[in-house]
């Protein structure tokens, strides 16, 4: 949220990416609801996101159902 090219947030966001990098770890960015969020965070390196534009919050059993619907093996 408000995280706009040079402003205190992306500071944070851009320097903890590669700190996580360092450390060995994956970063997940919280929160992530629009197209230019995302955007921005695979600019800066970051490995996966979690938000309102890839699903609203839902039931255990709907989460059960889209995720055997997406299983690849």
Partial sequence: MGMEPG????????SMIPLAEILGKDTVAEGVQELRHLEQLRFLGCTYGQGYLFARPMTLRDTESLLASRKTW
Avoid at 7 to 14: A, C, D, H, Y
Wanted: aromatic residues 12%; without cysteine.
């Fill in 7 to 14: 402003n205190r947030n992306w500071k944070l966001v851009e």
